[in-house]
Every structure is written in structure tokens, then in C-alpha cells.
């Protein structure tokens, strides 16, 4: 059973800067896209960020430039860095995986979220 478990959200202000962290479980990460994902108040779940099992990031255009997913399949984490942070990205941000010939995340497995708040 996969299990994922996001780590790292809370509050900063503009201009400040986050490291989420997500760890997966019961999984072999080799085979799995990993992705991250954020949804504010009143708006749908969308993609931030994913990283295919060979390691080749795909960005949504308004945090290209100042987040960077990563991955360690040894350790079975896979890693958000969010940079240069304003408040239009406050939001609840979900760890999704799927197995690298899923294309719809709505078929992978989803973590329970951690929020970010920017603001001053």
C-alpha cells in the first residue's frame, strides 16, 4: 500500500523561502513520476511540479525560476524547494506519485498535504 506523508509547510513571509519533503512508503520510487501539487481556497487542485522516474523535471511557468523538485530513490523522499515565495502561492500542497506510464495523477496515490502560508 502506498503510503505518502508531506513535511515542511508553515508560515513565511514574501520573499522567504521553504523546503517540503515528502516520503513515500511501500513503494519502489524507481518506477514512479513524483509530483507535487497545490490547491488555495476555492480553486482546483494544480500542478506545481514533477519529476519523472529517470529524473527529468517538468515546472508549471509561475514557479519556474524559483522552485526545484528533486528526488532520492535511495531514500524513498522526494523534495520541493520553494524560493523568492509570494503570497499567491499560500496554498495546500500535496505530494502525488504515480507509475511512470500513468499519465493522470488522479490515478497515482496522494498525500494527506501540508500547508504554506506566505504572508507578512
Known amino acids: 500500500q502506498v503510503q505518502l506523508v508531506e513535511s515542511g509547510g508553515g508560515l513565511v513571509q514574501p520573499g522567504g523561502s521553504l523546503k517540503l519533503s515528502c516520503a513515500a512508503s511501500?513503494?519502489?520510487?524507481?518506477?514512479?513520476?513524483m509530483g507535487w501539487y497545490r490547491q488555495a481556497p476555492g480553486k482546483q487542485r494544480d500542478l506545481v511540479a514533477d519529476?519523472?522516474?529517470?529524473?527529468?523535471?517538468n515546472y508549471a511557468d509561475d514557479v519556474k525560476g524559483r522552485f526545484t523538485i528533486s528526488r532520492d530513490n535511495a531514500k524513498n523522499t522526494v523534495a520541493l524547494q520553494m524560493n523568492s515565495l509570494i503570497p499567491e502561492d499560500t496554498a495546500e500542497y500535496y505530494c502525488?506519485?504515480?507509475?511512470?506510464?500513468?499519465?493522470?495523477?488522479?490515478?497515482?496515490?496522494w498525500g494527506p498535504g501540508t500547508q504554506v502560508t506566505v504572508s507578512s
Open positions: 519529476i519523472t522516474s529517470a529524473g527529468t523535471p
Open positions: 502525488n506519485a504515480r507509475k511512470f506510464y500513468v499519465g493522470n495523477p488522479e490515478r497515482g496515490s
Open positions: 511501500g513503494i519502489d520510487l524507481d518506477i514512479y513520476t
